[in-house]
């Protein structure tokens, strides 16, 4: 993870900001994130990015029996559908 400073707010200029985010808008859409990157992006917990999975609106993919991730361009989707609604 690639630290850098944001200038949003006060309160998250300590913030580290994960290199997968710094990239988003470029990254294709047959990559894979992880979990952090999916909660930061959605600025939500990891107890509702797993409640997002239950409920069929994201799906991840098991690289290894302990790595799971999520497919970049699916995550693009349900952003653009959450903006559109």
Do not use: C
């Not at 990559?31 to 990015?49: D, E, G, M, Y």
């Amino acid at each position: 993870m690639q630290a850098v400073s944001t200038a949003l707010h006060p309160a998250f200029k300590d913030t580290p900001i994960n290199s997968a985010l710094l990239h988003w808008s470029t990254m294709p859409d047959s990559a894979q994130v992880r979990l952090p990157v999916v909660k930061q992006l959605l600025s939500v917990s990891n107890a509702t990015v797993w409640r997002l999975v239950k409920a069929g609106h994201l799906k991840t993919y098991k690289l290894t029996e302990r790595t799971t991730t999520f497919n970049v361009g699916e995550v693009k989707q349900f952003l653009a559908s959450k903006v559109a609604a």
